[in-house]
């Protein structure tokens, strides 16, 4: 549709506003986390680029090195100590072994089940959606001091057992993405046609070779975007992570221990939430033009 | 032989019945169109017929074989549906073999099949593209491959041409028809345009509201509707309906217009009908008077739409004649081409 041109400056300048907002607290993290403590903690100004940007707090988050011999080497004065606590390797290994193990749990299932719902009659079908809406009505802390009681005498604390642990946690992850999971993967299935389950049918597929060989080969796309949402709502979780694990740390938890009781390190919560959001963002531009698709639930046909 | 029988089949869905005992015979070999208007029934029939729905009631039969519970597959049956249904993420010779590879015949076998399936089709310079990367009519093709390498007993066409645009339409029309002359394989082919089941047919079936209405060939149809929805259903533009009264004269429309009764017919004085006759079975010049409405020159021939005792008719003439918009000129229906139906059944009266 063509637009005149002062509404279209409008339009753009509006887009670009709207934009700006939403990134300016991303953009302040990644500046802040390549600041010095000094810039960080400017009482007269806000200081945008006054600075000499340092690698300081990537360095002892993402590679472990010691704070104050950083500071040492560099010039830049003394640091306090407690550079071990701020090592958040294992703490990312650790989000990263959940966040995929629960995106492969939820994606496994939710490809059956989107299937059936999306291809097939039965009672209850039709409710699916209210289940949905259902699960999101009610906030996980709602459950939260009942979960970690559930989880103690089921054996999925990590304290007890730190591979019954990570389970855990996939777990409840899954269970927590199942329902966007499954809704997404319907829509991405309802735009495949019925006929071509049918043309497979009458080629001579069984019901499970037309799902495998015809039909999840056409919604690859779709359960890409599926996956990396999942992944992402997994990789950001913060409170069932906090509650129901001890000993594993995800990163969002890793994160909230640096806000200690001693002082808040800025500059270590910015690089490890700068880096944190990296892989979120890479998957997302992969699978950008799906999850759009994906996100209007197939309410826009080609 | 027949190839397929159909036998009182009935199909319900809950309490409402959409196909009311059909009973049908399809020829071995034979071009066989099943043509209606949407929701008459057709497409469930095809459907029924390929085991893609449940059979209610009745039987249906594939080669004197009962089919009724028999997998798709068994049925020895191919299918070209509207949407081609391609499988998008396979190439096109994978598309055509895939029910080959699924039957797990050997590799040289499925290779010298695809090469034939597209030597007939003009497909092999496109063996190797993906299904987006073709036209419509194309991907049409690919669909038909699909069909056609499976050497089938019966190919069965839902509605093939409805997407493409109204050329591709025509042309895709003649490679269907020459298709079948070729394989003289027993088809079974959906449609609700009449002009498709007009050009390809070798029998018409026309339904409506889950009923036959009429079979028989296409000119059959044409020349002898049974009732008043095949008159009005085949041909195009479609057949005059004049409401009217018999009268010793003739069938009397109204503001004192009669028409000639035809030689031979079966209704009685003062009974109300519907005359039917076709706009290209007029003679210019004498007879019944008309007031013009429109004129459209389609090039080939002129169409005229006028008004005749009260009632819109359209008139054809090869000739080029030259009429306005309220001109008075006079038409003789051709007897022998004349229809008359009962007003109240609809069925043929003459």
Not at chain 1, 28 to 47: E, G, M, Q, Y
Not at chain 2, 4 to 20: C, F, Q
Not at chain 2, 65 to 87: C, E, G, S, T, W
Not at chain 2, 95 to 107: D, V
Request: hydrophobic share 45%.
């Amino acid at each position: 549709m063509e637009s005149s041109r002062p509404l279209r400056i409008v339009r753009d300048v509006t887009a670009v506003t709207v934009v700006g907002i939403f990134m300016f607290p991303i953009f302040w993290w990644a500046l802040t986390s390549i600041k010095p403590i000094s810039a960080i903690f400017d009482k007269d100004r806000v200081n945008f680029f006054d600075f000499t940007p340092t690698f300081i707090n990537y360095g002892v988050t993402l590679f472990g090195q010691s704070r104050s011999q950083l500071a040492i080497d560099q010039g830049i004065g003394m640091g306090v100590g407690g550079a071990e606590a701020y090592d958040s390797r294992q703490s990312i290994m650790e989000s990263v072994i959940v966040s995929l193990g629960a995106t492969a749990i939820t994606m496994a299932v939710a490809v059956f089940a989107a299937y059936a719902i999306s291809r097939m009659m039965f009672r209850g079908r039709s409710h699916y959606l209210n289940w949905v809406l259902g699960q999101r009505f009610m906030p996980p802390i709602a459950i939260l001091v009942p979960l970690v009681t559930i989880y103690k005498t089921a054996g999925l604390r990590d304290t007890d057992n730190l591979y019954m642990g990570y389970f855990g946690l996939m777990m409840i992850y899954a269970l927590m993405n199942l329902p966007i999971a499954v809704l997404l993967m319907k829509s991405f299935l309802d735009d495949v046609p019925k006929d071509v389950d049918e043309a497979a049918m009458i080629d001579g597929a069984t019901r499970f070779q037309t799902f495998r060989k015809v039909v999840l080969p056409m919604v690859k796309g779709g359960i890409a975007a599926s996956a990396v949402l999942v992944f992402i709502f997994s990789w950001t979780e913060f409170l069932l992570s906090l509650f129901l694990t001890t000993e594993i740390r995800t990163v969002p938890v890793k994160i909230q221990t640096f806000v200690t009781s001693t002082g808040n390190e800025w500059g270590f919560i910015a690089a490890l939430g700068t880096a944190a959001i990296i892989p979120s963002f890479v998957f997302i531009l992969l699978v950008q033009k799906n999850l759009v698709r994906g996100l209007t639930l197939g309410s826009l046909k080609e | 032989m027949s190839s397929v029988t159909i036998k009182n089949v009935r199909k319900s869905y809950g309490n409402l019945e959409v196909v009311h005992g059909i009973d049908l015979t399809i020829e071995d070999g034979s071009f066989v169109v099943l043509l209606g208007p949407s929701g008459c029934g057709k497409s469930t029939l095809l459907r029924m017929i390929a085991g893609l729905e449940s059979v209610t009631g009745g039987d249906i039969e594939i080669q004197g074989r009962r089919v009724n519970n028999v997998h798709p597959k068994d049925r020895n049956i191919a299918m070209v549906f509207q949407n081609y249904a391609l499988y998008a993420h396979m190439k096109v010779k994978d598309n055509m073999s895939f029910s080959l590879q699924l039957a797990k015949r050997p590799k040289a076998e499925i290779d010298e099949k695809v090469k034939w399936a597209a030597k007939i089709l003009n497909l092999k310079p496109y063996l190797d593209r993906y299904p987006r990367e073709l036209s419509g009519g194309q991907r049409q093709r690919v669909a038909m491959g699909r069909a056609i390498v499976r050497n089938p007993a019966v190919f069965l066409f839902d509605e093939p041409l409805s997407n493409l645009d109204a050329k591709l339409r025509v042309q895709m029309r003649t490679e269907i028809k020459e298709l079948h002359e070729r394989l003289k394989t027993t088809t079974v082919y959906v449609t609700h345009d009449q002009i498709e089941a007009m050009t390809m047919a070798d029998k018409i079936v026309i339904l409506r509201d889950g009923y036959i209405e009429q079979e028989g060939s296409p000119l059959e149809v044409y020349d002898k509707p049974a009732n008043l929805f095949v008159a009005e259903f085949i041909g195009s533009p479609s057949m005059n309906l004049l409401k009217g009264e018999v009268t010793s004269n003739g069938v009397l429309l109204g503001e004192g217009t009669t028409l000639p009764l035809p030689p031979v017919h079966k209704a009685a004085l003062g009974q109300k009908v519907v005359y039917g006759i076709r706009p290209e079975h007029f003679t210019f010049g004498s007879g019944a008077p008309a007031k013009v409405v429109v004129v459209e020159p389609t090039g080939p021939e002129m169409h005229i739409y006028a008004d005749m005792g009260g009632q819109e008719i359209c008139a054809i003439t090869q000739d080029r004649v030259s009429l306005t918009r309220d001109e008075i000129f006079h038409l003789q229906p051709r007897l022998d081409k004349v229809h008359l139906f009962d007003a109240t059944s609809g069925k043929a009266l003459a």
